[in-house]
């Protein structure tokens, strides 16, 4: 039976996916509602869309019963002939951030070296809602509010998409039921050592209460909105960057790029040393350097300097 979910999944991947005959996805999974929703779903679209499903899964040995979940997960896949990719990394030896990359650039490989175009993972509307609140908090910036999108271009030849981000917890947990699945259930979701747990727990329902509004439909929008000013500034971005490097040496020109409005100034020195010294620059570090810049003072991060050539008008990197 085809349900309203099965037609929104549709809806979503025809809308991310192009015509092509080759759409082999590796669903990024773990135990929960989320992931099995997905895997469900995919599992019965595959024929209609012609897809080719693998799963990958990292156990993070973080909680006691990690393993038992890794079994699970493996007795529900061997019922439905796909492959499977299981990885064991403790993830108590990682920072938040380290560990993040890490699963990403397993994703990344395994994706690469087993024929996949696409990896699919299980983000909803509720992730996307939490991580935006969890970043307004944190002082992100306009990309770090709207970091879960629809779709993120890895390579040429390989995609990140996210097709389950207009679906509802309500009608996830709907479908676990309507179907049965035997989801497992992560007890450190309701630990509120974790600040996305009090988001989620606290403050929304918080909002919802207090305030009488769907904060997931009004937050959403907002998301929406800011997605398209933020795309907007990434794309001047390159073409300004394209505009004032250097044709040869690992340089801008500084009299072009003060020409530009400060929020472009500040994304294209990051653009800048991302590309040349892998240095991912906070907003704040990028305005203590495109200040000091101003006044003529050497910088240096690191063991890295930033010299202000008067004469030339040109920022390098030596």
Known sequence: MCTFLHQKLIHNLCSILDKTSNRSILLALSSGQDSLCLLKLTLDLRRQLNLKIGVIHIDHQCRSDSTHNTKHLLNII???NIESYIYQIKSQN???KAFRELRYE???KTALNNGYNIIATAHTLSDRIETCLFNMIKGGSLDNINSLIPIRHLSINLRLIRPMLNF???EITWLCRHYYLPTWFDYTNINYNYSRNRIRHEIIPYIKQ???TNIEKSLSEFVDNISYDSEYLRQNTVKVYLKVRHPELIAINYHLISTE?????RRVLQLFLAQHLNINLSNKVSRDILTSIKIKKTINMKHVSIDFCNKLKWIYIY
Do not use: G, P
């Open 168 to 170: 509802e917890r309500s």
């Open 94 to 96: 990682f920072s938040e």
């Open 210 to 212: 207090y305030y009488k």
């Open 78 to 80: 061997q019922n439905v």
């Open 261 to 265: 409005h400060t929020s472009l100034q």
């Open 106 to 108: 397993l994703f990344l």
